[in-house]
């Protein structure tokens, strides 16, 4: 893998597919020989969120920007991770051991595409998510000069905020 400098042990799981995309920081996929299903939330990044919820209310506190419009941000988001996530992708999820599900249940993972890039530093290259720094990740510092880089040039959502 090409990008990744993940520090310590990881999980590596091959034989995924792409079979939804949730949000602008999260999948469905599929394990090719099992047929099973797992919701995948992407290390390290947080895209804003596509439906009210708790998490949309704290968002609104934290910007002060309202959740309508950081609904349609995260229309933004969900549609430029389907650009890069299409259906029917393999996949290779890379996981931190002792940090592979979020408090949910959802599998936490590197998601990375054949040609070696992740979904997760494209996201966060392209100004489409930002780190994001509740749940333990050791990309956490690249992404965040990304981020930086991303918010500087104006790409992405930067592109309407300073913040999302």
């Known amino acids: 893998m090409k ?11 091959t034989n995924y597919e792409i079979v939804k995309v949730v949000d602008g920081d999260g999948i469905i996929a599929k394990n090719l020989i099992s047929n099973k299903e797992e919701e995948i ?18 968002d609104e506190r934290e910007t002060h ?3 309508r419009f ?13 650009t890069k996530a299409k259906i029917g992708k393999r996949i290779t999820l890379i996981q931190e051991v002792g940090n592979e599900q979020d ?20 996201m966060v290259k392209n100004g489409f998510a930002k780190p994001y ?15 930086l880089r991303a918010k ?11 913040r999302f």
Do not use: H, W
Request: with cysteine.
């Open 133 to 147: 720094d509740k749940l333990y990740c050791s990309e956490l510092p690249k992404y965040q000069e990304l981020n």
């Open 152 to 162: 500087t040039r104006k790409k992405g959502l930067y592109l309407l905020v300073d």
């Open 3 to 13: 990008q990744l400098d993940v520090k310590g042990q990881t999980i590596i799981k």
């Open 41 to 58: 939330r992407f290390y390290g990044i947080d895209a804003p969120e596509l439906t009210p919820c708790k998490k949309l209310k704290q």
């Open 65 to 67: 920007l309202s959740g």
């Open 70 to 82: 950081l609904i349609e941000l995260a229309l933004q988001s969900y549609e430029f991770l389907r």
């Open 103 to 122: 408090p949910y249940g959802r599998t936490l993972a590197y998601v990375v595409l054949p040609n070696g890039n992740t979904l997760n530093e494209i």
